[in-house]
């Protein structure tokens, strides 16, 4: 009974302490209504992720979005640190294990110290006025601060959208080191690396994603080629993928590969590795959207799904060939779901991630399983395989399933009409652009690495003496052991 | 005094020990090798790439015996270690010139 006597009082309390000011007549209305309205819209930019002009809060950036791209930030950094280094490192031979690791933590560290002094400006800036390289306004961070540049984004701060491209920068070198395991020596992989970002990385990442971009069709209104690249199929994966394969047969294979057994020494840390590049992907896709917002929403959505659905059809396409599901397989699965699906991920949808899945767990599956024993080529833990023809196969895919429905800016008058973008999408043609971008990928990958790659091994050798590589690179470039029995 | 060296495979070890213990046997040394017979190994396949595992996991149990229990000891490990499937192991018989008890310092079959 007395339950309901304490609501009752409230309501009728507030009843009688409101009714006066209903009573009388209407307030004041303030006096600067089009600078309250300014405001007020402002605001509204925040929430919407839209340009804030003419508002108070211009030139700041907006604290959700912010604090998700340095969470996302975080997460493809952890992507390569520690996830690439187990993954990779869990799958070549003991003697190895340190090796990969050490590759891992060096490009980290290089391709920071490059970003910082020209690669961010070379991608991003734009002073060059050039689709190719974008300038030298931010050389050494000058000028990078906590300020948007609307260039890219509204709201996030310029030096947390510079680290997150950073971490970018990193892993794409890193994936290459899966190809070149276990006989490249380290010092000839960071002169290799070095050379390799400004040659291919820096260009391909501004004819991408920089503002006077040669084929950025979402955020240049002048592109040359209106293709689109949610988060990296070219730029990423491709380009690695690529030059991966072109790099392990400059090298030549693995003493006693395809007479002596290496296997991986612990599929554990591979898993475990897996695990990581997987919660990983999400800042690496989601954050693509460089803010918190439905379309970073739905690339979150179409990421997972592509993921587990690619990670189950390689598993069940095994059963069906060797009667085993291997935990390698579904490793190898879901991380082929997840390159294929990260060029497209902020422009399809739910039914067109799956159908994205499926082909990832399949044509990767393909290439891992046929092409290797048909080519024989050493392609030590399979980066060619799942990021050169994942990629590949999603920059593709992209052009057929993406849809204006995921992502507006597809057909936005403002870019994607100027540009030539909308009327592909409109007339589901964009696959002819998708297959330009893919074809000047491949080009500058391989061209360039055959040039890079032959003029290293000429000029300091990249390999190791055969004794090293037999005693194993851990001892022999680090001077370490990764286990101690 | 005789030395055993004995190959079982691993998840035998366990039976192979009691059986020595009963017939009063007081230690053993116990390695974990890899080898093979006439078993044959098995396939594994990483991504399409097949091995061939030629050397199995076995145990190697080394003990070394008075000269009077030798035939019981080796008959124990036969009884403990025998599945009738093959990889089952081998036994072998070594002399030995000495032993030494290190913390009394007693010697011969004493010392065993």
């Known amino acids: 009974m007395k339950n309901w006597m304490l609501p009752l009082l409230l309501v009728t309390g507030l009843g009688l ?171 000839a992989l960071m002169l290799f690396v070095s050379a390799w970002m400004f040659v291919v990385y820096f260009p391909l990442a501004h004819m991408v994603w920089g503002s006077t971009g040669f084929m950025n069709g979402v955020w240049n209104p002048q592109a040359f080629i209106p293709a689109v ?23 030549g294979k693995r003493i006693g590969f395809g007479t002596e057994p290496m296997p991986p020494h612990s599929l554990v840390l591979c898993m475990v590795g897996t695990g990581m590049l997987w919660v990983g992907w999400y800042g690496f896709n989601a954050g693509s959207a460089l803010a918190s917002d439905g379309i970073a929403a739905n690339a979150f959505l179409t990421t997972t799904l592509a993921a587990a659905v690619a990670s189950f059809t390689w598993a069940v396409a095994e059963y069906i060939l060797k009667e085993k599901a291997s935990v390698l397989g579904f490793c190898s699965g879901a991380v082929a779901g997840l390159v294929v699906i990260t060029p497209a991920c902020g422009f399809v949808d739910a039914t067109g ?85 893919i074809f000047i990928t491949l080009a500058l990958s391989i061209v360039a690495t055959v040039i890079l790659g032959y003029t290293l091994k000429a000029l300091i050798g990249l390999r190791p003496a055969p004794e090293s590589e037999r005693q194993g690179l851990d001892t022999t470039d680090h001077g370490e052991e990764g286990y101690v029995y | 005094m005789k030395k055993i060296e004995a190959i079982i ?49 076995k145990v190697k149990i080394d003990l070394v015996v008075s000269d009077d229990r030798l035939e019981k000891a080796v008959q124990a490990i036969v009884q403990g270690a025998k599945t009738g499937k093959i990889g089952d192991g081998k036994i072998f018989v070594l002399p030995v010139e000495s032993s030494t008890r290190i913390r009394t310092e007693e010697t011969g079959d004493k010392a065993l």
């Not at chain 1, 690439?84 to 490009?107: D, E, H, P, W």
């Not at chain 1, 988060?231 to 047969?249: D, E, F, Q, R, Y």
């Not at chain 1, 899945?357 to 290797?372: D, Q, R, T, W």
């Open chain 1, 17 to 187: 302490f409101s009714s006066p000011a209903r009573s009388q007549t209407a307030a004041p209305i303030p006096a600067s209504t089009a600078a309250l309205e300014a405001r007020v819209a402002g605001l509204e930019a925040y929430v919407k992720n839209s340009d804030p002009a003419g508002s108070k809060v211009t030139g700041v950036p907006g604290p959700g979005h912010n604090a998700w791209m340095m969470v996302s930030s975080a997460l493809v950094l952890f992507m390569t640190l520690p996830g690439l280094a187990l993954f990779y490192g869990g799958l070549v031979r003991t003697k190895n294990v340190l090796s990969v690791m050490a590759q891992c933590l060096g490009i980290a560290g290089l391709v920071t110290i490059l970003w910082w002094a020209l690669g961010y400006s070379l991608v991003f800036g734009k002073n060059f006025n050039c689709p190719f390289l974008g300038g030298s306004e931010y050389f050494f961070l000058r000028g990078v601060d906590f300020a948007p540049n609307t260039d890219y984004s509204y709201w996030v701060s310029q030096s947390v959208f510079c680290m997150y491209q950073l971490m970018f920068a990193i892993i794409t070198p890193a994936l290459i080191v899966g190809a070149i395991a276990e006989r490249m020596q380290f010092k």
């Open chain 1, 229 to 251: 690249d949610f988060a990296g199929g070219t730029v990423v994966h491709m380009s690695s993928g690529w030059s991966a394969l072109i790099l392990c047969l400059i090298l």
């Open chain 1, 353 to 437: 991630a799956v159908l994205i899945g499926i082909c990832a767990g399949l044509v990767p599956f393909f290439a891992v399983i046929k092409l290797k024993s048909w080519f024989r080529y050493d392609d030590a833990l399979d980066t060619f395989g799942v990021h050169a023809v994942g990629g590949t196969l999603g920059a593709l895919l992209t052009g057929f399933f993406a849809t204006e429905k995921a992502n507006p800016n597809l057909t936005v008058a403002s870019v994607a009409g100027k540009n030539g973008l909308a009327d592909l999408v409109s007339s589901h043609k964009l696959w002819i652009a998708q297959i330009e971008a």
């Open chain 2, 9 to 57: 495979k691993p998840f035998k070890l366990e039976e192979v020990k009691s059986a020595l213990v009963e017939i009063g046997l007081e230690g053993m040394t116990v390695t974990e090798v890899k080898g093979f017979g006439r078993q044959k190994g098995h396939t594994e396949i990483y991504r399409g790439s097949e091995y061939t595992v030629d050397f199995l996991p």
